[in-house]
């Protein structure tokens, strides 16, 4: 497709599961980007990635969180022991290396 | 660290009413500002941008105004219509590292235009 993908668009998991998060960028851009958005607020940076690597995981809370993009496109995020307070919107982004971030819908995940 | 603040909604305004969002933001460097827009169903947009000092970013008849001296970057549109409702973020980003555009946004304004 033309934009950025992500998928699922919802999920629902009891709390202490394990979760994973896909996102498919627009073709060719090399910069990715994780985004949480709670209820009520804007978006908190989470990671970004150039190419295969992760430049800045400063905003991923806990060890809990973690991102991989192995073959510098698709990325997934990973969720482990899922708590209730994890609940959220998780926004993908896109770019070419410097330039106007494009963002998908969003996967909406739910911990019960 | 870096913040926005913008004005909490909701708005709910009249077809062709002048619309004003507040944003003022705290950050330790010169950084670029932006407005992001959320329509219904669909994922965040940039509407526009400012760089630096004094620019002023335009689309859509949407405009804003980079003040340093405010530390302010207002979103306003002469007459807005009803295709307008949806939430707009204020945000802005400073240089870290080549490519690393890290947005810091604001909570949000929910727009809602009546006919």
């Known amino acids: 497709g033309a934009g950025v993908s992500q998928t699922p668009s919802n999920k629902v998991t009891e709390k202490g599961k394990y979760v994973e998060l896909r996102c498919d960028p627009i073709?060719?851009?090399?910069?990715l980007y994780w985004y949480r958005q709670s209820l009520g607020q804007g978006p908190e940076f989470l990671i970004y990635?150039?190419?295969?690597?992760?430049?800045?995981d400063s905003g991923l809370p806990n060890d809990r969180f973690f991102a991989v993009r192995p073959e510098g496109s698709v990325s997934t995020l990973k969720i482990q022991r899922t708590e209730r307070g994890d609940s959220a919107v998780y926004l993908c982004a896109s770019s070419l290396a410097h330039g106007e971030l494009f963002f998908g819908e969003g996967s909406r995940l739910t911990v019960l | 660290g870096d913040s926005v603040t913008q004005m909490e909604g909701p708005v709910t305004l009249s077809e062709e009413a002048f619309l004003t969002i507040n944003c003022t933001y705290t950050?330790?460097?010169?950084?670029?500002l932006f407005w992001y827009v959320q329509y219904p169903g669909e994922g965040l947009q940039l509407l526009l941008k400012a760089t630096k000092a004094d620019d002023k970013g335009s689309n859509k008849g949407f405009e804003a105004t980079y003040r340093k001296e405010t530390t302010s970057f207002h979103l306003e549109k002469g007459s807005v219509q009803v295709s307008d409702s949806a939430v707009y973020f204020c945000?802005?980003?400073?240089?870290?590292?080549?490519?690393?555009?890290?947005?810091?946004f604001g909570t949000g304004t929910r727009l809602t235009i009546i006919p």
């Open positions: 945000a802005l980003s400073e240089y870290r590292s080549f490519g690393n555009e890290k947005l810091t």
């Open positions: 990635f150039q190419g295969t690597g992760a430049a800045d």
């Open positions: 950050a330790t460097g010169y950084p670029s």
């Open positions: 073709s060719g851009h090399t910069a």
